[in-house]
């Protein structure tokens, strides 16, 4: 009998295991372990499961099982805050709308109906081997998730490449952090953000470029806040967000033109030889084109484009120049965009020309997103093979199959396809079936309409998720009940590249299995189990991880174990074996060494390009997006799942209105409008406010109709969307009676 007919040892323990022994099992089948009902009140650590800032939570026990949580007054990223997100963290956990069984539509026009976990793991192997005997093995892709475990992460990478033959594979990070992948990459040598938190409080000189910090990442603000060096703190942005109002200096620079912006900043301090000219010599190459290039980036021209004056454009050189440790940084308002890679680029070439990096306070710092989009970037097989490797590496792929022991051919010579293109596969027919885990596209993803259409032209579409009820889930064929954060032992690593610990604190729902044990069953049912016979539990793979991270910038071999990391409060990769863990607060490039082969960083840079979808007579405004409180997250998807967070930020999509246009247009506050682009129209309530300039308006990327409007374009080097600039026309939807109008009323949080 073949090893995918058989119900594998954990099914079989499964089936004939009452849920809560078999959870509470430690360890026996890799499931994690609660401790038991007799065990003292107690508390244990652990990394939040939100954002990238990962901070630690003291989780409190009662019996056994998590009935609170404090911020961990030790741990060296917080120490001792949290976000509205952070204090609410265990209450998604408790949504009736948690997928706790398999899911299984028997055919295109019914329902999904219950079923078990034999019967799901039949339907997902038949289903997909039947799409790709008749259209290929790269007809069936997936699309992964910056959410769950590293160790969850590598597994998916792993099994669905080297296992299933599946090549064409990516995450949602593609969404937030793919840029600054791409631009580390062709600066540095390797994905390497540089920075240590501990930057925020050593610069004299601050500059946040479309990162609304105060919103977005509020602990790295209280950061900021900790600075004793009474900094400069500069906020490049076109809204006058809370961080803008907060700063010491706000540039409010006209949409998507930070390329020129930058390159206006670089000519100055060339012309006026404000330059570290022994690093640039030392350090770097192909300044000298960088030189010729920006010369026609003067101040005037600068100007007219960006809607910043000249003198105020000169100041902010000036500033950068008399710093003394200056820091750059840049999120979502420069890595969703059309440009966005030669974008951050330029930001990186700030930091180069003036020295501003390795060194305390300093650095071109991208902040991430995701939980654990760092873990995506580095092991998820999905932007380049585990530990950073290059699939088209004949040396990478050998060390790879070495440490995993498996055979050389199963692992691709090339990397697969990016999301915009699996999305695009969809509609060409060349992508028939789509394994969705952990992510939610038909909220989060461009031009929703045209998502939604293509997902109905799939043979078999399979989500994978905490809940059963997410806009995705609703139109998958099989849907698999996954564990959520809390529910299951792994590791995260944040922004500041430090490796941090999540742990078992609370029981699955129903059926719910981690997706760690989802993986080892579909290996087994695929019949590729023998090849992922070390693939036990996640510790096991970390060990494993750590070895192919072996003489990699990223190298963690010195990581002992998951205790070790649990005793320092995580730790910052690299961590090579035999070094000394003496600071925990370590940022990269202090000895000036980069990661290309000479040693040097790679000054990049290009044409500016004209906007893709300009403003006109028909759409003449400009539409802004991004983070609207600190108490929703991305999608709403766990968050709208607390009564205290959905308390905190309004129900109902609003979009902010500059005064002037809204009195042009007779728009009122708190009526209803209507917002319409090339692709769509939504209706929102209007919210006046002179934080947006007269031409603009914002939208918060958390509510489900807001990707409507947003056009299919994508950065050439990232294939990141733009989802920052799109061309929209305003005018007011019809009257509503009062009782709605004051039940949707909105204030600026």
């Known amino acids: 009998m073949k090893s995918h007919q058989r119900k594998p040892e954990i099914l079989r323990a499964w089936n004939g295991t009452k849920t809560a022994e078999l959870l509470r099992s430690p360890g026996k089948f890799g499931l994690g372990q609660v401790p038991d009902k007799k065990t003292p009140d107690a508390t244990t650590s652990m990394v939040c499961g939100f954002c990238a800032t990962g901070c630690g939570l003291n989780i409190h026990l009662k019996e056994g099982e998590a009935v609170g949580l404090t911020p961990d007054t030790r741990y060296p990223v917080n120490i001792g805050m949290a976000c509205p997100k952070g204090w609410e963290a265990l209450a998604p956990l408790q949504s009736n709308e948690r997928a706790s069984q398999p ?3 028997s055919s295109r026009d019914s329902q999904l109906e219950a079923v078990d976990w034999d019967t799901a793991m039949k339907a997902f192997s038949s289903k997909f081997k039947a799409v790709q005997e008749k259209h290929g093995k790269e007809s069936v892709a997936f699309i992964s998730t910056g959410q769950i475990c590293t160790e969850e992460m590598a597994f998916l990478g792993s099994l669905s490449k080297f296992g299933m033959g599946i090549k064409h594979g990516d995450g949602n990070t593609r969404q937030c952090m793919a840029t600054a992948v791409a631009a580390y990459k062709q600066s540095f040598g390797f994905d390497s953000p540089p920075y240590t938190y501990q930057d925020f409080e050593e610069s004299d000189t ?12 509020p602990i790295m603000w209280q950061r900021v806040m900790r600075n004793k060096n009474q900094p400069k703190i500069i906020v490049i942005d076109p809204r006058k967000t809370e961080t803008a109002v907060a700063a010491t200096h706000h540039y409010p620079i006209a949409p998507k033109s930070d390329l020129t912006f930058f390159y206006g900043i670089a000519h100055i301090l060339i012309a006026n030889g404000w330059l570290d000219n022994d690093f640039i010599a030392k350090h770097t190459e192909q300044f000298d084109g960088f030189i010729e290039h920006v010369k026609t980036f003067t101040p005037e021209f600068v100007s007219q484009k960006s809607g910043i004056p000249a003198e105020d454009i000169y100041e902010l050189a000036c500033m950068i120049h008399e710093g003394k440790n200056v820091s750059f940084w840049w999120t979502m308002g420069v890595n969703q965009g059309y440009e966005a890679t030669r974008t951050a680029q330029s930001i990186i070439n700030l930091a180069l020309m003036t020295g501003n990096i390795g060194r305390p306070g300093t650095g071109a710092n991208s902040i991430t997103g995701q939980c654990n989009a760092m873990g995506s970037r580095l092991f998820s097989n999905t932007t380049n093979l585990l530990g950073g490797h290059d699939f088209a590496n004949p040396e990478h792929r050998a060390k790879v199959c070495e440490v995993l022991e498996i055979p050389d051919e199963v692992i691709p010579d090339a990397i697969g396809m990016p999301y915009n293109q699996i999305i695009d596969g969809i509609e060409s027919g060349s992508i028939r079936g789509l394994w969705i885990i952990a992510t939610n596209p038909v909220h989060s993803w461009i031009n929703q309409g045209r998502l939604k259409k293509l997902l109905g032209q799939l043979d078999f ?33 944040n922004s500041e590249r430090r490796i941090g610990l999540a742990k078992k604190v609370a029981k699955a729902p129903g059926q719910a299995l981690s997706d760690f044990n989802i993986f080892r069953l579909i290996a087994q049912y695929w019949g590729c189990g023998e090849l992922f016979k070390k693939w036990t539990s ?17 190298d963690i071999t010195g990581i002992e174990d998951y205790q070790m990391l649990d005793k320092n409060g995580g730790i910052q990769w690299p961590h090579p074996a035999g070094a000394e863990l003496v600071d925990n607060q370590r940022r990269l490039f202090s000895d000036n060494q980069f990661y290309h082969p000479n040693g040097k960083a790679k000054f990049h840079y290009e044409a500016v390009k004209p906007l893709p979808e300009p403003s006109d007579n028909a759409f003449p405004f ?5 983070r609207g409180t600190s108490a929703q997250w991305h999608t709403q998807t766990r968050t709208g799942k607390s009564k205290v967070l959905q308390a905190l930020y309004p129900k109902h999509c ?18 209803m409008v209507t917002l319409k682009s090339r692709r769509a129209s939504i209706e929102a309530t209007a919210f006046i406010t002179p934080t947006v300039s007269p031409g603009q308006v914002f939208l918060p990327m958390h509510y489900s109709e807001v990707n409507q409007l947003i056009q299919d374009v994508f950065d050439p080097y990232s294939s990141q969307p733009n ?7 305003l005018f007011p939807a019809k009257k509503i009676n009062q009782t709605v109008k004051q039940s949707q009323q909105v204030g600026h949080t």
């Not at 601050?206 to 990442?217: M, Q, T």
């Not at 996640?538 to 990223?554: D, G, H, S």
């Open 103 to 105: 899911l299984l539509r």
């Open 622 to 626: 400009t539409l802004l997006t991004g």
């Open 723 to 729: 989802y920052k600039h799109s061309a929209v026309a």
């Open 461 to 493: 579409l399979v989500v994978q998720d905490m809940y059963s009820t997410t806009e995705t889930a609703v139109h998958a064929d099989l849907v698999l009940p996954a564990a959520a954060w809390g529910e299951k032992d792994g590791t995260f690593i």
């Open 654 to 671: 609003y979009v902010e209105i500059n005064p002037k246009d809204a009195h042009e247009l007779g728009i009122e506050s708190n009526s």
């Open 206 to 217: 601050i500059v946040l470029i479309g990162s609304n910090l105060c919103i977005a990442h």
């Open 538 to 554: 996640p510790e096991a793979v970390f060990q494993m991880l750590k070895m192919l991270t072996n003489n990699q910038p990223c």
